[in-house]
C-alpha cells in the first residue's frame, strides 16, 4: 500500500511548498541515483558478460526515447539527482543523442547535478565531443585488457586501438574518465598492476570489479571469479593502499595508490556485501524498474507509462516500487549453479 504522504508536496519551516517527497526505501535509504538502460544491443560479446550468440529483445519492445525522457523527468521531480545512461552499450541505440540533448535540460536547470554515462568506448570517438558540449563531464569506460589478441578474445570481436582512440577523444573533449576493470582469473589478473600504473598516468581512476553472476554463459564463472581479496593483496607487493573515506552511495571501496597518486575502487558484490548503503535502481530498456541488480522483483513502468499521460500515476508507482527495494542482494557463485539472476547485465544496465 502506498503511504499517501509520499504522494503530496511537502511543505518547508516558513510554509513555502517544498516539492514532492523525496524515494525513500524500507531502510530509509534514499535514492538520488537512476541508472538507465537505452538498449541491450552491444558491439561487443564480453565472454564474461553475454552469450556469444545473444538474442537480442525485439526493438519494438524497447521504451521510446521520448518516453525514456518522461520517465527521467518523474524522478528527477522526486529527488533523484544524477542520470548514468548504460547498457548494452548506449551509444549504439540510434538517435541516441537526441536522449541527451532532452535530459541536458536538468542540468541546465539544476534540477540534476550529474549527467554521465557507461560505455564500452567504441563511438566516443563519434560522440565524445557532443557529449561534452551537453554537459557529460564523466564518463566510465569498460576495459579489462591492455592486450590487443586478449582484447579481442575476451570482447570475441573488438579492436582495442578503437577503444583506445575513443578514450582519447572523451579526454580531449575534457571530460573525466573512468577505467572500469572486471578481474578475470587466469584472463588479466597478472596485467592489473600495470593498467593501474596505465590508467594513473594518464589522470585517469580505476575500478576493479569482480565478477557477477548475471545470465547464463558459454563459460563456468567459478573459472573466470578473482576475488579482489586476493587481486588486493598482490598489489599490496607493489603498491602502498591508502584507504580513503570517498562513499558516493556506491558499491565501490576507494584507496589511494600512493606510487601513483590515483584513486583505485574495488566493487565486491560477492567477497563483501555492498548494499548498506545503496541509492540507485534501474530501470531496463523496456521500462522495467529494478529495485536491486541482484533481485528479480520488478515493477513495470512501460505499462502505466502508457496507459496514462498523467505524470502524478507514473510517479504514484515509481513511489511504490521503492517500497519493495530490499535490504540487499543474494548474490553467489559455485560451480554447476545456475546464475543467481537469470537475466543478463547486458538487460539490467552495466
Same mark, same amino acid.
Given at each position: 500500500m502506498?503511504?499517501?504522504?509520499s504522494?503530496t508536496p511537502?511543505?518547508? &519551516?516558513v510554509g513555502?511548498?517544498?516539492?514532492p517527497a523525496?524515494?525513500i526505501?524500507?531502510?530509509q535509504?534514499?535514492?538520488?541515483?537512476?541508472?538507465?538502460?537505452?538498449?541491450?544491443?552491444c558491439? +561487443?560479446?564480453?565472454? #564474461?558478460?553475454?552469450?556469444e550468440?545473444?538474442?537480442f529483445? !525485439?526493438k *519494438? =519492445?524497447?521504451?521510446?526515447l521520448?518516453?525514456?525522457d518522461?520517465?527521467?523527468?518523474?524522478f528527477?521531480a522526486?529527488g533523484?539527482?544524477?542520470?548514468?545512461?548504460?547498457?548494452?552499450?548506449?551509444l549504439v541505440?540510434r538517435?541516441?543523442?537526441?536522449?541527451?540533448?532532452r +535530459?541536458?535540460r536538468?542540468?541546465?536547470?539544476?534540477?540534476? $547535478?550529474?549527467?554521465?554515462? %557507461?560505455?564500452?568506448?567504441?563511438q566516443?570517438?563519434? #560522440?565524445? =565531443?557532443?557529449?561534452?558540449?551537453?554537459?557529460v563531464?564523466?564518463?566510465?569506460?569498460?576495459?579489462? %585488457?591492455l592486450d590487443p589478441d586478449?582484447f579481442r578474445e575476451?570482447t570475441r *570481436?573488438g579492436?582495442?586501438a578503437? +577503444?583506445?582512440? /575513443?578514450?582519447?577523444?572523451a579526454? &580531449?573533449?575534457?571530460?573525466?574518465?573512468k577505467?572500469?576493470a572486471?578481474?578475470?582469473?587466469?584472463?588479466?589478473?597478472?596485467?592489473i598492476? =600495470?593498467?593501474i600504473?596505465w590508467? @594513473?598516468?594518464?589522470?585517469?581512476?580505476?575500478t576493479?570489479?569482480?565478477?557477477?553472476?548475471l545470465? $547464463?554463459?558459454? &563459460?563456468d *564463472?567459478? =573459472?573466470q571469479f578473482l576475488? +579482489?581479496?586476493?587481486?588486493?593483496q598482490?598489489?599490496?607487493?607493489?603498491?602502498t593502499?591508502?584507504?580513503?573515506p570517498d562513499?558516493?552511495?556506491g558499491?565501490a571501496? #576507494?584507496?589511494?595508490?600512493?606510487?601513483?597518486?590515483g584513486?583505485?575502487?574495488?566493487i %565486491?558484490?560477492?567477497?563483501h556485501?555492498?548494499?548498506?548503503s545503496c541509492?540507485?535502481?534501474?530501470?531496463?530498456c523496456?521500462?522495467q524498474?529494478?529495485?536491486?541488480?541482484?533481485?528479480?522483483?520488478?515493477?513495470d513502468?512501460r505499462?502505466v507509462?502508457?496507459?496514462?499521460?498523467?505524470?502524478?500515476?507514473?510517479?504514484a508507482?515509481?513511489?511504490?516500487a521503492?517500497?519493495r527495494? !530490499?535490504?540487499?542482494?543474494?548474490?553467489?557463485?559455485?560451480?554447476?549453479?545456475?546464475?543467481?539472476?537469470?537475466? @543478463?547485465?547486458?538487460?539490467?544496465g /552495466?
Amino acid at each position: 500500500m502506498l503511504d499517501d504522504s509520499s504522494l503530496t508536496p511537502q511543505t518547508s &519551516a516558513v510554509g513555502v511548498p517544498a516539492g514532492p517527497a523525496p524515494l525513500i526505501d524500507p531502510f530509509q535509504r534514499a535514492i538520488s541515483y537512476l541508472r538507465i538502460s537505452v538498449t541491450d544491443r552491444c558491439d +561487443l560479446r564480453c565472454a #564474461y558478460c553475454m552469450s556469444e550468440h545473444m538474442q537480442f529483445l !525485439p526493438k *519494438r =519492445d524497447l521504451l521510446t526515447l521520448e518516453e525514456l525522457d518522461r520517465l527521467c523527468g518523474v524522478f528527477i521531480a522526486r529527488g533523484v539527482r544524477k542520470l548514468r545512461i548504460t547498457g548494452g552499450e548506449p551509444l549504439v541505440r540510434r538517435d541516441i543523442m537526441h536522449l541527451f540533448r532532452r +535530459l541536458s535540460r536538468h542540468l541546465d536547470s539544476g534540477a540534476l $547535478e550529474e549527467l554521465t554515462l %557507461t560505455t564500452n568506448g567504441t563511438q566516443l570517438t563519434r #560522440y565524445a =565531443d557532443e557529449l561534452a558540449s551537453l554537459g557529460v563531464r564523466r564518463i566510465n569506460v569498460s576495459l579489462d %585488457t591492455l592486450d590487443p589478441d586478449k582484447f579481442r578474445e575476451i570482447t570475441r *570481436r573488438g579492436d582495442l586501438a578503437v +577503444l583506445l582512440d /575513443g578514450i582519447a577523444a572523451a579526454r &580531449a573533449a575534457g571530460m573525466k574518465v573512468k577505467i572500469n576493470a572486471v578481474a578475470l582469473r587466469d584472463v588479466n589478473a597478472d596485467e592489473i598492476p =600495470d593498467m593501474i600504473a596505465w590508467a @594513473h598516468g594518464l589522470g585517469m581512476d580505476m575500478t576493479l570489479i569482480e565478477v557477477m553472476p548475471l545470465g $547464463e554463459i558459454e &563459460a563456468d *564463472r567459478t =573459472d573466470q571469479f578473482l576475488p +579482489l581479496s586476493v587481486a588486493r593483496q598482490r598489489l599490496e607487493t607493489r603498491y602502498t593502499l591508502t584507504p580513503l573515506p570517498d562513499r558516493t552511495g556506491g558499491p565501490a571501496r #576507494y584507496v589511494r595508490v600512493e606510487e601513483t597518486g590515483g584513486k583505485l575502487g574495488f566493487i %565486491t558484490p560477492l567477497t563483501h556485501n555492498f548494499c548498506e548503503s545503496c541509492n540507485r535502481v534501474r530501470l531496463t530498456c523496456t521500462g522495467q524498474l529494478y529495485m536491486c541488480l541482484g533481485q528479480e522483483d520488478s515493477a513495470d513502468l512501460r505499462a502505466v507509462l502508457r496507459a496514462s499521460q498523467d505524470d502524478a500515476v507514473l510517479a504514484a508507482a515509481v513511489v511504490e516500487a521503492i517500497t519493495r527495494k !530490499p535490504k540487499g542482494h543474494d548474490f553467489v557463485i559455485e560451480r554447476q549453479r545456475p546464475a543467481a539472476v537469470p537475466r @543478463h547485465m547486458s538487460v539490467t544496465g /552495466g
